[in-house]
């Protein structure tokens, strides 16, 4: 793999995968943008080993030091609390990503699902921002059942197309939670996902390329890492002040123009 090609596919995977727009989506389509073949979901689990670096940079004092500190001296601490949030959270993903595995690298993949999947998400950020009508609960006041909730639309992202960030904002949104508390807890709550599928994936993704291909890998890495660490920062104050609204109109159009594209036959769906 060439390096700069390496280098674009990390920084796509580190910019969507935590802007609301579907990380796998636009991994599926920069390649074809670009003449490239569709580098398959173990690649794209390996380049995600970029944004877990990134997040938990981003988050290390919550994830290393409040969290840990709190389960062992006050479980009665807000932070020991959302530690155990994020673990019931986690569980959702986790079983759905080993029932479903056979079709997240298989049929999911299909660019019929990504584009109706980036048009429903889309629609359905217009419909949390209504249904939130100036959310303010706060992160501590997450519940259980919140907590499952929220787990459950991050396991929905296993389709492509759908977007973890945005799957788990919308959600929290609908339950309303602030969303720069939404967003917050979303990405924590991404942390063991995106582990797991990284590290589950890496041996498959490391045998096929071969040796050779590790060069790039680490590029791809390096690219995804830093790129996500910056939409992280982004992102947390852009919802500060505005709302999910811009990026479902983009995925609505984006969606709307690949599902013409389908229909006319320019575009082939597994390509």
Same mark, same amino acid.
């Given at each position: 793999m060439d390096l700069w090609? $390496?280098?674009?596919?990390?920084?796509?995977? +580190?910019?969507?995968e935590f802007l609301p727009i579907s990380s796998t989506a636009h991994l599926r389509l920069v390649p074809l943008l670009v003449g490239r073949a569709d580098q398959g979901a173990a690649y794209t689990a390996v380049l995600q080993l970029g944004t877990l670096l990134a997040v938990v940079a981003y988050f290390?004092?919550?994830?290393?030091?409040?969290?840990?500190?709190?389960?062992?001296?006050?479980?009665?601490?807000?932070?020991?609390?959302? $530690?155990?949030?994020?673990?019931? +959270?986690?569980?959702?993903?986790?079983v759905a990503g080993v029932s479903l595995e056979p079709y997240i690298t298989g049929d999911f993949r299909s660019l019929w699902v990504v584009a109706s999947a980036l048009v429903v998400v889309g629609l359905l950020?217009?419909?949390a921002e209504w249904a939130s009508g100036g959310a303010a609960r706060l992160l501590p006041a997450l519940t259980a059942f919140d907590a499952l909730i929220i787990g459950l639309a991050q396991a929905a992202a296993l389709v492509p197309g759908v977007s973890r960030s945005g799957a788990t904002i919308?959600?929290?949104?609908?339950?309303?939670i602030r969303r720069s508390d939404a967003a917050r807890?979303?990405?924590?709550? +991404?942390?063991?996902?995106?582990?797991?599928?990284?590290?589950?994936?890496?041996?498959?993704?490391?045998?096929?390329?071969?040796?050779?291909?590790?060069?790039?890998?680490?590029? +791809?890495?390096?690219?995804a890492a830093v790129t996500g660490y910056a939409s992280i920062a982004w992102l947390l104050a852009f919802l500060q002040r505005r709302s999910l609204n811009a990026f479902g109109a983009y995925r609505i159009l984006l969606g709307v123009l690949l599902l013409a594209l389908l229909a006319a036959g320019v575009l082939d769906p597994l390509r």
């Open positions: 090609f $390496a280098a674009l596919m990390g920084a796509v995977q +580190g910019l969507t290390a004092r919550p994830l290393f030091v409040d969290m840990p500190r709190a389960l062992l001296f006050d479980r009665r601490h807000p932070d020991a609390r959302l $530690a155990l949030l994020l673990v019931l +959270g986690s569980i959702p993903i986790g950020f217009f419909a919308a959600a929290a949104l609908f339950l309303g807890f979303s990405f924590l709550l +991404g942390v063991p996902a995106i582990a797991a599928a990284g590290l589950f994936e890496a041996g498959d993704a490391f045998a096929a390329l071969g040796r050779d291909a590790w060069p790039a890998l680490a590029v +791809g890495i390096a690219a």
